[in-house]
T-cell receptor, first 115, second 115 residues
Framework: AQKITQTQPGMFVQEKEAVTLDCTYD???????LFWYKQPSSGEMIFLIYQGSYDQQNATEGRYSLNFQKARKSANLVISASQLGDSAMYFC????????????FGSGTQLTVLP | GAVVSQHPSWVICKSGTSVKIECRSL??????MFWYRQFPKQSLMLMAT?????????EQGVEKDKFLINHASLTLSTLTVTSAHPEDSSFYICSARRGGAYEQYFGPGTRLTVT
């Protein structure tokens, strides 16, 4: 069985600063994907970044980067130059093996960016 | 591209009635669609996975006779909550994935309130 753990229920960061959101995972699958989604108060889930388990380099998408440490089973999200609009719930997720690739989500981290 | 819509965005119904929620992929064909449920300040819990033209696969603990899923075409999946009760009140979110793609694109969600 897969498990995703996000140990930070809430985080605060000053505008323009960088912030790291933690995510650890546990799986016996040799091949898996790791995702980060953002959920603003409106409720929509916004895809941010993806890392495949066999990818050698850490994924980056604009101000988002994923710090993938396979041996430690961690996939932390780094947001650089935080903006007020980054305030939201952030979910780490992992895809199961198999053709459907269902996602298992962590409990989420509520990020608040302070002006 | 990769837009997923849901209808309705919110619905209030009386206990004992049934409610249908639609999920459409607007600009791509979704080989697989997923239905999630989210309680306030909690994570997303996968309810079921559906593939076009075949029966949905339900997660353990989800009553398939209560939550009817129909994946009628490559762009439409419906979730029907039958004989709704107040404990079924929740935020229901669908997502869709293209064949071969790794990411899921989420709809905006439907807030169901059963009185």
């Amino acid at each position: 069985a897969q498990k995703i753990t996000q140990t930070q229920p809430g985080m605060f960061v000053q505008e323009k600063e960088a912030v790291t959101l933690d995510c650890t995972y546990d799986t016996s699958d040799p091949s898996y994907g790791l995702f980060w989604y953002k959920q603003p108060s409106s409720g929509e889930m916004i895809f941010l970044i993806y890392q495949g388990s066999y990818d050698q380099q850490n994924a980056t998408e604009g101000r988002y980067s994923l710090n993938f440490q396979k041996a430690r089973k961690s996939a932390n999200l780094v947001i650089s130059a935080s903006q007020l609009g980054d305030s939201a719930m952030y979910f780490c997720a992992m895809s199961r093996s198999g053709s459907a690739r269902q996602l298992t989500f962590g409990s989420g981290t509520q990020l608040t960016v302070l002006p | 591209g990769a837009v997923v819509s849901q209808h309705p965005s919110w619905v209030i119904c009386k206990s004992g009635t049934s409610v249908k929620i639609e999920c459409r992929s607007l600009d791509f064909q979704a080989t697989t669609m997923f239905w999630y449920r989210q309680f306030p300040k909690q994570s997303l819990m996968l309810m079921a996975t559906s593939n076009e033209g075949s029966k949905a696969t339900y997660e353990q603990g989800v009553e398939k006779d209560k939550f009817l899923i129909n994946h009628a075409s490559l762009t439409l999946s419906t979730l029907t909550v039958t004989s709704a009760h107040p404990e079924d009140s929740s935020f229901y979110i669908c997502s869709a994935r293209r064949g071969g793609a790794y990411e899921q694109y989420f709809g905006p969600g439907t807030r169901l309130t059963v009185t």
